[in-house]
């Protein structure tokens, strides 16, 4: 069964910090990979995608994200972060099968931004 | 256009009994799939409908049922409700690749 891990639980920077937040899978087959974002009192959105093609993809508000299939990493960046960008921060996975096939999310990194 | 709806937007049950919620998907799209969020956790797939039938199901007990109407619209129902299906419910929609999910039904089970 396929499985996702994200390593940091919460993580606190400051403004103007950069950040990178971790995303492992355990999977040997061909996967979609995607990066979602809760705010306080918001539902999920997307943040960013990878199907196939450039292994570094950019999404909404300045993220990023790198596919290192080697790896089986998609680790979520962004060069300097903001407030707002406080939120909890999900990796999800699944198979690349042409049809909408279960998500298995991580379980989340909660990201502080101080002032 | 208007997005993946979800109704109630909360509820408080007591353990034993039944709870309906319920979930409109994103306007032309018809596979709709049902998530439990538990505090602290991400998302873990319950199961998911096409065409009015269940596709795909997780690892959840058959007290968790659901239901798809010909509108698209679904149901996720749940029997004999346990302290531990407190959770937030997500309700998700899936279309140009991506499924896009709704604002949740938090149940507390007491």
């Known amino acids: 069964a396929q499985s996702v891990s994200q390593h940091n639980h919460h993580v606190i920077l400051s403004e103007a910090a950069s950040l990178e937040l971790g995303c492992n899978y355990s999977?040997?087959?061909?996967?979609?990979l995607f990066w979602y974002v809760q705010y306080p009192g918001q539902h999920l959105q997307l943040l960013l995608k990878y199907f196939s093609g450039d292994p570094l993809v950019k999404g909404i508000k300045g993220f990023e994200a790198e596919f290192i299939k080697s790896k089986f990493s998609f680790n979520l960046r962004k060069p300097s972060v903001q407030w707002s960008d406080t939120a909890e921060y999900f990796c999800?996975?699944?198979?690349?099968?042409?049809?909408?096939?279960?998500?298995?999310f991580g379980t989340g990194t909660r990201l502080q931004v101080t002032l | 256009d208007a997005g993946v709806t979800q109704s109630p937007t909360h509820l408080i049950k007591t353990r034993g009994q039944q709870v309906t919620l319920r979930c409109s998907p994103k306007?032309?799209?018809?596979?709709v799939s049902w998530y439990q969020q538990a505090l602290g956790q991400g998302p873990q797939f319950i199961f998911q409908?096409?065409?009015?039938?269940?596709?795909q199901r997780g690892n959840f007990p058959d007290r968790f049922s659901g239901h798809q109407f010909p509108n698209y619209s679904s149901e996720l129902n749940v029997n004999a409700l346990l302290l531990g299906d407190s959770a937030l419910y997500l309700c998700?929609?899936?279309?140009?690749?991506?499924?896009?999910f709704g604002p949740g039904t938090r149940l507390t089970v007491t």
């Open positions: 998700a929609s899936y279309g140009g690749g991506e499924q896009y």
């Open positions: 306007s032309g799209h018809d596979t």
């Open positions: 999977y040997g087959g061909t996967v979609n």
């Open positions: 999800a996975v699944n198979l690349n099968t042409g049809t909408a096939s279960k998500l298995t």
């Open positions: 409908y096409y065409e009015e039938e269940e596709r």
